[in-house]
């Protein structure tokens, strides 16, 4: 997973997809990926590395 910021989007590429969406759904797509782990605690390690990136954009 990579995710990438400039001013206006952030940019989430997968092995297989990217997809851009505005800085300001930032937020909601944190909270989304840290219910998916909180949702489903056998697949948590999957998300754990989204959850990271998304919080290292929101700072940036």
Do not use: C, I
């Not at 206006?8 to 092995?15: C, Q, V």
């Not at 909601?28 to 959850?51: C, E, I, M």
């Amino acid at each position: 997973m990579n995710a990438t910021r400039d001013e206006a989007t952030f940019t989430l590429t997968g092995h297989y997809w990217s997809s851009t969406y505005p800085t300001a759904d930032l937020p909601n797509w944190l909270a989304f990926y840290q219910r998916q782990q909180d949702l489903t605690p056998k697949s948590a390690h999957h998300y754990g590395d989204t959850v990271l990136k998304l919080e290292n954009l929101q700072l940036s």
